[in-house]
């Protein structure tokens, strides 16, 4: 499967942006999707992610209550909701993908097989 990641942009603290991750190559519906980011000189990290089925979610400490992640099955598209952003927000956000399915979400970078190539966003102060 080919991800697809889009949806960053500039935007002012407090602000929003949904970010969208479209698979092409296989039905998206059968795998499961993480969100990572990596800020400028910092390491990789886990954002939020999803089950094969949708059922569960599961949110960084750092953006829980904030970021929603949603699944459209039907367009092949899943979805990072990001309200009240803050500066700290700011990097590259990447989707990433397996076709497994788990009773929970995955938070380890290395168990997923797809990637896609990343978009920026930026939050200003």
């Known amino acids: 499967v080919q991800l697809q990641a889009s949806g960053g942009g500039l935007v002012q603290a407090g602000g929003s942006l949904r970010l969208s991750c479209a698979a092409s190559?296989?039905?998206?519906?059968?795998?499961?999707v993480g969100w990572f980011r990596q800020a400028p000189g910092k390491e990789r990290e886990f954002v939020a992610g999803?089950?094969?089925?949708?059922?569960?979610?599961y949110y960084a400490n750092s953006v829980k209550g904030r970021f929603t992640m949603s699944r459209d099955n039907a367009k092949n598209t899943v979805y990072l909701q990001m309200n009240s952003l803050k500066p700290e927000d700011t990097a590259v956000y990447y989707c990433?993908?397996?076709?497994?399915?788990?009773?929970?979400?995955?938070?380890?970078?290395?168990?997923?097989?797809?990637w896609g190539q990343g978009t920026l966003v930026t939050v200003s102060s």
């Open positions: 990433a993908a397996k076709n497994e399915d788990t009773t929970v979400v995955v938070t380890t970078q290395r168990w997923y097989d797809y």
């Open positions: 190559g296989r039905t998206f519906s059968n795998y499961a």
């Open positions: 999803i089950t094969w089925s949708g059922v569960r979610t």
